[in-house]
């Protein structure tokens, strides 16, 4: 086929979406107006039309049209979809740009992106110069970097002092969200405009099952349930592709493994309803997934097969799938959480939202009518089922999101206008966490530190981390490990009992190498003998590591690189000197960031950690330091893991004597206090009082055993 057959084809079919029929109107309401809300089921052609129809419109020619993306994958496939829909090479005019992965140029004029990404082109140039257009897309997914962003727009379009600061013309915000929230979002940006876009949908009917009851919410035996219910609709519903929602990478592989088991052993002459079904394609759809395997999920299946997609939550709003009729739906989700017991955001596997079930549902009603089979009990769905999904900005630490908004000027953090507002003790757990990494100062200011902190797409304390190291002239320890820790993990799992010793005898042996008993060590010598091998790509496959991570974890070691020595030539930056051996020296670099997670040994080896919550933890079986035999007595961790016990892994040895001067600044400053620094500029008088208060509470420091 030639490549204008296929264009037509495709100029047709972006010709059958709902959004075609109101492309003028639309265009002219984003003239018309600052804020625009544009909602449309999902499937009906926003985010892969409108970009579209604003550059045909002329708009670029005052700049850029900029689409945010709550999720990386959607970023990169949407752009590629463009890009191809424009019959130009991905990277010129259609470009997309992910942390750590610009794929943009001088040409670029559509450029999608994470939201996250925005929000630091927002830190450098807060009037967004480069933008004519300024597209906020799947809102109602409610992301913490969209939810700034809109607070943030708001605040500088509706000042008119703001509007046209440092621009020559005005911005346009176009505001797309699945229909939920239109209403409350047009509320938000002072009653704006809403333009509906009038959707197709065929009813779906739904289904409830008996595998998930109200007690099984931590359960994760619903795997086999989804094989069995996706295995049941190939053989007894009539042709129609199969949408399966589980929550994460090695579900999906473990669900896709167990598929193809499963599928081989059907007889096509006797054990399927639907004669015309000769054949089932299983195909995988998760975040991590390289980008040319994704695309054949968009393909559709040849004649007589039927494709069954497992997915994340990705294919809810983000991705559309045609041609599904039948969804498989699990009720769970892989969501970011605040966990108090722990004080650190975790990855966890909870019961969806009904309003997400009900989205989920929707997928298998987008061209004809549709059936979802849920595996759950009804009585799950009324009592273990939120109405509603709770906004990440009001379960997620906001640490980072609090630097930014103060390196913009806002110092009022608690009254910055949200959409919905985060609980005050998450404003303050971010401002102290802050405090302690020398970020902030005690009046709530940034520090010089924190000046710097705030361009590294890294977590508060990692950054902490390798600034310190950078300042001691030691930055090569760091950065690697700041970017292996970035990165998907690296030590491949197999499934397999027999594989899964071999791979482990091979950690085993890597960790070895570095010492054995610092993992964060074990991450640097990975990235240095990968590196330094002829063969980096069979060195990875003969020591069971993933080659793909470790080759972004080059890519993002080289960026982050770049960003230092950057600051470096520009500012001037920290320098101190340190006598002491290396292993010393590296250690000691990670305590300044890690000193919020130090755990001291309770009994046996079960630790305590130091932060004020006093939490039982156990080291992670993955650790070097597993089965060590070695006395551990003081340790800091870069993660948890909460399943019935609190483990940690990427562990590492350190003396007490490291952290003896920093732990203090855990308890030193309490939320009442911050509270104060929270809401206005603190006078040098208040200062002074409540520095005194302040000292005359000081606790006596932990007593010096050990150390
Ligand atoms: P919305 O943003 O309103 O949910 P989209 O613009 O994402 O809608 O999708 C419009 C249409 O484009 C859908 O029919 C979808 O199947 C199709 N589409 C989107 N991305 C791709 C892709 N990468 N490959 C093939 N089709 C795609
Ligand atoms: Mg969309």
Redesign the pocket.
């Known amino acids: 086929m030639s490549k204008s057959t296929r264009w037509d084809s495709k100029e047709n079919e972006s010709k059958q979406?709902p959004?075609y029929r109101h492309k003028a109107k639309l265009v002219q309401a984003v003239k018309d107006s600052t804020f625009l809300v544009v909602t449309?089921?999902?499937?009906?052609?926003?985010?892969?039309?409108l970009p579209q129809y604003l550059h045909e419109a002329g708009i670029c020619k005052n700049g850029k049209i900029g689409i945010t993306q709550p999720r990386r994958v959607a970023a990169i496939?949407?752009a590629?979809?463009v890009a191809q829909e424009m019959q130009c090479t991905l990277g010129r005019e259609v470009g997309y740009q992910v942390r750590f992965d610009d794929c943009t140029s001088q040409d670029t004029v559509v450029k999608y992106m994470t939201d996250g990404c925005l929000l630091r082109e927002v830190l450098a140039d807060p009037v967004l110069s480069q933008y004519s257009v300024v597209i906020l897309d799947e809102v109602h997914e409610r992301s913490l970097s969209t939810d700034i962003l809109l607070g943030l727009l708001k605040k500088v379009l509706m000042d008119p002092a703001n509007a046209t600061k440092g621009r020559s013309f005005p911005l346009k915000v176009v505001v797309m969200s699945a229909t939920l929230e239109a209403d409350k979002l047009s509320a938000f940006l002072s009653n704006c405009p809403v333009f509906a876009i009038p959707g197709r949908t065929f009813p779906v009917t739904c289904t409830f099952g008996t595998a998930v009851g109200p007690k099984d919410t931590e359960s994760t035996g619903y795997v086999k349930e989804v094989v069995k219910m996706a295995l049941d609709v190939h053989t007894s519903e009539m042709a129609g592709d199969i949408l399966v929602f589980l929550t994460g990478q090695s579900e999906i592989e473990r669900a896709c493994d167990l598929l193809y088991e499963k599928a081989e052993t059907i007889d096509y002459r006797y054990d399927v309803q639907d004669q015309t079904v000769e054949g089932l394609l299983i195909l995988p759809l998760y975040g991590s997934m390289p980008t040319d395997q994704q695309?054949q999920i968009?393909q559709p299946p040849p004649s007589g097969i039927r494709k069954c997609v497992v997915a994340t939550n990705i294919a809810a709003?983000s991705?559309?799938?045609?041609g599904i009729k039948y969804i498989i739906d699990s009720g769970f989700v892989k969501q970011l959480n605040h966990n108090s017991r722990v004080g650190m955001d975790i990855l966890e596997v909870v019961p969806i939202s009904k309003s997400e079930a009900q989205q989920r549902a929707g997928r298998a009603g987008r061209t004809s009518a549709g059936k979802c089979f849920r595996i759950y009990t009804k009585e799950f769905w009324e009592k273990s089922m939120p109405e509603y999904t709770v906004p990440e900005i009001q379960r997620t630490s906001l640490t980072a999101v609090v630097l930014t908004l103060k390196c913009l000027g806002v110092h009022d953090v608690i009254r910055f206008p949200y959409l919905d507002c985060p609980e005050e003790r998450f404003i303050l757990g971010a401002l102290k966490q802050l405090y302690q990494f020398d970020a902030i100062d005690r009046r709530g200011k940034v520090t010089r530190l924190g000046e710097l902190m705030v361009e590294f797409p890294l977590h508060p304390g990692l950054t902490r981390a390798l600034l310190k190291a950078a300042s001691l002239g030691c930055e090569d320890l760091l950065l690697p490990v700041a970017a292996m820790l970035s990165v998907e993990n690296i030590f491949i799992r197999p499934g397999h009992p027999e594989k899964q010793k071999e791979a482990d005898k091979k950690h085993r042996a890597l960790a070895a190498k570095s010492g054995g008993t610092n993992d964060f060590a074990t991450l640097l010598s990975v990235f240095q003998l990968c590196k330094s091998s002829d063969r980096p790509s069979a060195w990875c496959k003969d020591h069971w590591i993933h080659w793909r991570a470790l080759k972004s974890a080059f890519s993002v070691e080289i960026q982050l690189k770049d960003i230092l020595h950057r600051l470096q030539q520009k500012r001037d930056f920290p320098v101190e000197k340190f006598d002491g051996n290396k292993s010393e020296l590296f250690r000691r670099c990670l305590c300044t960031g890690y000193f919020t997670n130090v755990a001291r040994r309770s009994v046996g080896k079960v630790f305590c950690t130091m932060d004020g919550n006093g939490s039982m933890v156990h080291i992670h079986p993955s650790s070097s330091l597993f089965d060590e035999e070695v006395e551990l007595n003081w340790i800091i961790f870069h993660d948890v893991l909460v399943t019935s016990r609190v483990y940690i892994r990427t562990v590492c040895p350190i003396r007490y004597d490291w952290v003896k001067d920093l732990l203090p600044k855990l308890h030193e400053v309490d939320a009442y206090e911050l509270s104060s620094v929270a809401r206005q500029e603190v006078t040098d008088e208040e200062m002074i009082k409540w520095e005194t208060r302040e000292a005359a509470k000081r606790q006596p420091e932990v007593s010096t055993e050990d150390i």
């Open positions: 979406l959004i449309g089921e999902t499937g009906s052609g926003k985010t892969t039309q496939t949407v590629q979809r695309r968009f709003t991705l559309t799938i045609s």
